[in-house]
């Protein structure tokens, strides 16, 4: 189940919200479990025994470090051991068989693949668990004594299956006492609105252009037409998990929970390091949380913090999926991001803005091609069909026709993606008072009835 479908947003969200707000007080986590649980079920309900193992797993492990009779040594073991056992979770079902298939290319071998289906949401929710362990571990947030609160922060199904990732410490004050006024909840509905437009009237129709280039092999794209088709991606991309993003922090608020946001206009930035302040922040915030600084930062010398950064990007690529294509992606950026550390910057902050804007825009694109297909031989052909060396013309009519037909999309996707102010009168006011809510919810529902094209791209990851 997602977001963006009408059997949750006419069924399942109307039901859990009015389960949730007829629940007394002490009761509304177990209403928000048991529905996780049943919107985890609907896609893979296998996989609740694997979530409910973790959930348990790691609610043992946090009493333990808890508890005062274990010595400093002891309690880094116990550490250790969660991460360990989650990590290795994590990379049986997301990595064997990336790894079996290379050893069988490598060796001539024929070791058989699992073949498991990847379960949905295991990266976010595994990150979460591990994230857990380290506050308690740090004296950052004490041991969660309720197993039903902690279970909750687990399986919280507005977050579970893309995000953000919810660092501990910044919810578990939130998971015991909490509370909504008529004022956040239309906060929440105005938020969940935006978020479902820019799902499914953005990133859904400019994903019919990127999946028509696509579709081309790239040694016949001519070169406007391989620009325009990694221009839709960026904004499919985009629209797709901000807008997903958007209805989690939306949803949150509904149920009385303040997640932080994880998008902020990143199209505008002027560098690199300034697009990743600005994309996915949650999880760059848990990489510098939870490996940057423990690795040491750039507490140790040069040396170490180039190491470190090649480490984190390294495995920020990983993490987004088990491919050689998401591995380049992260080194890329990685690579990208130690020259302005130690240059860059200072050379960009002499340049005019527009330019700045420019070169971050151009790096960004050339990542998406990274990001977009997992065979590296494609992205070397698609990358030569973008500077015109895979011998065909700069356009063609096809080009001109795809530009023409999608010219107000991409106007709409460009505004769209400016930053904008946030309402300065009352939420309630706002949303009853302004009609365009309104509009962008039967559109988005209409476009729901009428279409079959409804992808969710961060299901793989």
Known sequence: MVFSSLLFLFLFLPAVLALYYVSPGRVKNLVLFLSSLVFYAWGEPVYIVLLLLSTLMDYSFGQLLGSPKWNQIQRKWIVVCSVVMNLGVLSYFKYADFLIQNVNQLLGTDIPLTDLPLPIGISFYTFQSISYIIDVYRGTAKAQRNWLDFATYVALFPQLVAGPIVQYNSLAEQLNKRSVNLEMFAEGIRRFIIGLAKKVLLANNIGLLWHTISSTPPDALPMFTAWLGIIAFAFQIYFDFSGYSDMAIGLGLMFGFRFKENFDSPYRAQSIT??????????????????????????????IQMRNILIVWLL????????????????????????????????LKRLPRWVRHVYALLLILV????????????????????????????????????????????????????????????????????????LLLFLSVAYLVDSTFNPFLYFRF
């Open 367 to 438: 990542g998406w091609v990274l990001f977009a297909f997992d065979q590296l031989p494609i992205v070397l052909h698609y990358l030569q069909a973008m500077i015109g060396l895979n011998q065909q013309p700069l356009w063609e009519n096809t080009t001109l026709y795809l530009t023409y037909t999608n010219a107000i999309l991409l106007l709409v996707l460009v505004i769209a993606s400016l930053p904008h102010k946030q309402p300065t009168s009352n939420s309630i006011r706002s949303l009853l008072a302004v009609p365009w809510y309104g």
């Open 274 to 303: 300034d697009f990743w302040r600005r994309w996915h922040i949650s999880l760059g915030s848990w990489f510098r949380t939870y490996v940057y600084i423990p690795l040491g930062g750039n507490r140790r010398g040069l040396w």
């Open 316 to 347: 920020t690529g990983i993490w987004h999926g088990a491919s050689w294509n998401f591995m380049l992606w992260g080194l890329y950026f990685g690579v990208i991001l130690l020259f302005e550390k130690w240059w860059g910057l200072q050379l």
